[in-house]
């Protein structure tokens, strides 16, 4: 048995508490999902929240590792430092000048552009993963739920944090902050920012060895906080971003041969599969800039909430499109963007059997995107787009307890979104209603059952083609109704957490991402498709030093009616009845973490993490998948109260693995290509804090 000390400890640092009979328990995670404190269990939606002890100790600086941890999300970075491609339930990312299926919210503040999401999660005190449409608290693309990020804020005395990192491929980071008064209690200022600086581990052999997945990362963040008055707070805050790295490391996925015709006599080159050989290095960037301001006005009866933010994003990648040691096709895109969001909200006080939220969101951007491709030598016309969007919404949400153990909400969200091409001369506008309702029922204190049938919307837009391209100029909005039933709680003294919900998703226009040789990067849609499934997570204190974490997530999905579109290479009947491809059928997650006292106040911290990422079909026609496979990470460190050790491999096994693919028939291309899985990394890191 360990002692009080240690066991208080586990509680500030994992959500456990320790009750009046000394026995540790797990205690009730608080989130404001609905824009006022709740207990995780309160709240009847499916929610993974991350604790600041969780932050630490599954080191996580990035959404790919938040995936990794959550049921029935997945993350996968490939072409670019500032590309991935989310997949949340079914519910996928759209590339190019399209947008994610997720708000990515931090500090209340929405990630106004899809390239923001591969951003470094640094000085972060807690993480909230809803799934889910959200759209009526959170706003555009909420389609498939929310990520909400809360940094540390200003701390009324003074605080500092140091962390060094060293690891496999001559990866090191630095970050730091610096938080206090700056004039008094009534103005509070924190500054802080992560450096990193990567050789990489994976390497081009055509080009004797070089790194392809090098990277360079500065991050800054400074925020302010005054209070002028009782009822007044301004929280201003400014972030800047500098990503440069690798791009394009694509693999042949296939075998193949590819004829040159030079002047005298054809070549053939035979071009094996799954290795790197482009003929040179790749380079990417992305450079940005977000300032923002919140200002809160507290009423008797409520909150008046203005969030007010400009981002300016300027990308681009230069790279080897044919992913060969030849030069065949070489593509060059710049992607810039500015916008402009303001949200008013309205929040009522928690005392009350009737609680709502009221408000009103603007957003405005305009968006440059180039994609200029070399076929053979030659230069090919550019795709450019000059795209602009304005978005006006109202939204509301209301809760009212009906009796003391049954609670109704009713939300809604009115969207009107008009996309305008510039270049091309086409606009358009689309509008949605989506509204959700949800019953919640306490069985008894510490228990919960819900159902929830709600509305998600993606607006449709504009594609950017290029010369000879067969895809359409623009692809329709794409709604689903999601229906949701689940139960969570807690149990045997407190020692056990629990949630499962499953769900149904009733999609029309599903749009899909393709792309084609002659750089055009396009949406499409699909009339209608269907998703099931379910989430389970468990959180459970076996005994007074072990913790242990349970997630499972399931999708069973089927495209129920497709017809041929131009520029799909495939016909309709190979993709009707198949399964939406891009997210594992089943995956899995188990945390096991151990804490013993080693003297005094200092510990012993041992964690092993395994994920399982089930079968998962690339492709519409599900002809490419990738099988099952299992990524296992250990770690071991040293903690007290200021400072903190940890040595720790990922990949443990050095699973080989396909991050993601594309199929040659639906791209126009000699050959698949599939971007590789990172391998084992070990490393150390140091942390101190006074």
């Known amino acids: 048995m360990i002692s009080l000390l240690t066991v208080a400890a586990l509680a500030a640092a994992d959500g456990s508490v320790v009750p009046d009979s000394g026995e540790a328990a797990i205690d009730e995670i608080v989130v404001t999902s609905r824009f006022r404190a709740e207990n995780l269990s309160d709240v009847p939606d499916s929610i993974t929240a991350f604790t600041p002890a969780d932050i630490e100790r599954h080191r996580i600086e990035r959404i790919n590792r938040v995936a990794s941890l959550t049921p029935n999300l997945r993350f996968s970075d490939d072409q670019e430092v500032g590309v991935s491609t989310l997949v949340i339930r079914g519910v996928r990312q759209n590339r190019g000048t399209g947008q994610p299926p997720v708000s990515l919210r931090i500090d209340g503040v929405s990630a106004t552009n899809n390239l923001l999401t591969t951003q470094e999660l640094f000085d972060v005190e807690t993480i909230d993963v809803l799934r889910g449409p959200q759209g009526a608290l959170y706003g555009r693309n909420a389609i498939g739920g929310a990520v909400l990020v809360t940094t540390r804020r200003p701390t009324s005395s003074p605080e500092f944090g140091l962390r060094l990192k060293g690891a496999e491929g001559s990866d090191f980071t630095l970050a730091g902050s610096a938080s206090g008064p700056l004039a008094g209690a009534d103005v509070l200022g924190r500054f802080s920012f992560r450096l990193q600086d990567r050789e990489g581990q994976l390497r081009n052999e055509y080009l004797g060895g070089e790194y392809v997945d090098y990277k360079e990362s500065s991050a800054l963040r400074g925020r302010l906080i005054f209070t002028p008055g009782e009822r007044w707070s301004v929280d201003l805050r400014a972030h800047y971003l500098d990503q440069d790295g690798g791009s394009g490391y694509f693999m042949p996925g296939s075998d193949f041969f590819l004829p040159l015709p030079p002047p005298n006599a054809p070549i053939i080159v035979d071009v094996p599969e799954y290795e790197i050989q482009s003929n040179r290095i790749g380079e990417s960037f992305v450079e940005s800039l977000e300032v923002s301001a919140k200002v809160d006005y507290t009423f008797d009866w409520g909150t008046l909430t203005s969030i007010t933010s400009f981002t300016d994003v300027d990308s681009g990648n230069d790279q080897d499109l044919d992913q060969t040691l030849v030069e065949a096709i070489d593509i060059v895109v710049i992607d810039d963007s500015e916008t402009i969001a303001q949200e008013f909200r309205l929040v009522s006080s928690d005392e009350r059997a009737f609680r709502w939220v009221a408000g009103l969101s603007y957003f405005s951007q305009d968006r440059f995107r180039s994609l200029a491709t070399t076929f053979l030598g030659s230069p090919v016309p550019a795709a450019a787009q000059d795209l602009k969007l304005e978005d006006l919404a109202l939204f509301g949400n209301f809760s009212y307890d009906l009796s003391d153990a049954l609670e109704l909400t009713l939300a809604f969200r009115w969207d009107e979104e008009t996309p305008e091409d510039v270049t091309q001369g086409r606009s358009a506008t689309f509008r949605e209603l989506q509204p959700k309702a949800s019953l919640a029922y ?31 100029p623009g692809f329709d909005k794409e709604s689903l109704v999601s229906y949701e039933t689940g139960l969570k709680g807690s149990g045997f003294d407190g020692r ?7 769900f149904f998703i009733d999609y029309s226009d599903q749009q899909f991402f393709l792309f084609d040789q002659t750089g055009t990067q396009a949406n499409i849609n699909i009339n209608k498709s269907e998703i099931a499934g379910g989430e389970l997570e468990l959180t459970a204190l076996p005994s007074d030093n072990l913790l242990l974490n349970l997630g499972i997530g399931f999708t069973d999905s089927e495209i129920v009616d497709y017809e041929d579109i131009p520029g799909v290479l495939v016909p309709a009947s190979e993709i009707v009845g198949r399964n939406v491809p891009g997210a594992p059928v089943l995956s899995a ?39 099952a496979y299992n990524l296992v990470n250990v770690s071991v460190g040293l903690e007290k109260e200021r400072w903190g050790a940890r040595l720790y491999v990922d990949n443990a096994f050095d699973e080989e693995y396909i991050e993601w693919f594309f199929g040659a028939r639906f791209i126009g291309l000699p050959a698949d290509i599939a971007w590789p899985s990172k391998p084992r990394q070990a490393g150390i890191e140091f942390s101190l804090r006074y």
Do not use: C, M
């Open 589 to 627: 997650s188990l945390a096991l973490q151990h804490t013993a006292e080693l003297a005094g106040d200092l510990d012993l911290v041992s964690r092993i993490d395994v994920e399982y990422r089930g079968k998962t079909y690339w492709t519409l026609d599900n002809v490419d998948t990738q099988e």
């Open 496 to 502: 056990l957490r629990a949630g499962l919900s499953l």
């Open 442 to 472: 306490r069985f008894r204190e510490g228990l919960l059952g819900y159902v929830t049938v709600g509305k998600g919307f993606r607006a449709g837009g504009f594609n950017n083609l290029a010369p000879g391209s067969n895809f359409q």
